[in-house]
């Protein structure tokens, strides 16, 4: 078999999910499967390595070429922009970018908006688009809590079930657009591995359309 194709996966619950779709696709690596602490797993017949990287990561690994391919959330490329190929827009990981706020919270557009999010980027993309004045509050993670300890007047996040939210007495006021994982490929990677890439994009392509 030739091209390997180094694959990035993001480590956690959606990494899982993304994996057994690749399996499914023909691209199981036994491996991977017993993982303990190693975070390289190759197949040389099926032509793959795949390795675990942090989801927020995985475009970094694909835009610099350590990882030809990867699986990303719109929420993470839509932030950090990466110089890559969007190929296939996997379903899994859907979640919503939203504006979220205490219950009953009302702008006041005299006051700066005080705004705690992951996503810099497109919280500043979103307000200067609506011309209204934000200071970037940027945590890295419980954002939920920047309204609740008055850190923040409202958050810009991601909602899946909306559970934290719904716990922590905030709502959504907005939403931004819709997430959901994406295949990404390195611009090289893509020139030079073409086939195995599209070999493989065109398999994950069928097996959704025929879950769907
Ligand atoms: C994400 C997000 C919300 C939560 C939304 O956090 O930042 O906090 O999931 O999910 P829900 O609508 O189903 O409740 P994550 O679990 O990634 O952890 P984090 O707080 O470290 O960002």
């Known amino acids: 078999m030739s091209d390997i194709i180094n694959i990035a996966l993001p480590k956690g619950r959606l990494g899982d999910r993304v994996y057994e779709m690749f399996a499914a696709a023909g691209y199981r690596c036994p491996e991977i499967e017993n993982p303990g602490r190693r975070l390289t797993f190759e197949n040389p017949e099926a032509g793959v390595r795949y390795f675990w990287v942090k989801p927020s990561d995985v475009a970094i690994y694909v835009e610099k070429g350590a990882a030809d391919i990867g699986v990303a959330g719109l929420d993470i490329l839509s932030e950090y922009r990466p110089d890559v190929y969007e190929l296939f827009d996997t379903g899994l990981g859907k979640c919503r970018m939203t504006v979220a706020g205490p219950r009953g919270f009302k702008d006041d557009r005299k006051k700066t908006l ?37 850190l923040s007047d409202v958050i810009v996040d991601i909602v899946e079930t909306g559970a934290t939210l719904k716990q922590n007495d905030l709502e959504v006021k907005n939403t931004l657009f819709e997430v959901s994982a994406r295949l990404i490929a390195n611009k090289p990677s893509y020139r030079f591995k073409r086939e195995r890439i599209t070999e493989i994009k065109n398999r994950l392509t069928e097996l959704k359309s025929k879950g769907e």
């Open 114 to 150: 005080r705004v705690a999010t992951k996503f810099a980027n497109v919280a500043k993309d979103y307000y200067s688009s609506t011309g209204r004045d934000i200071e970037i509050i940027k945590l890295n993670g419980s954002i939920e809590l920047a309204p609740i300890l008055g």
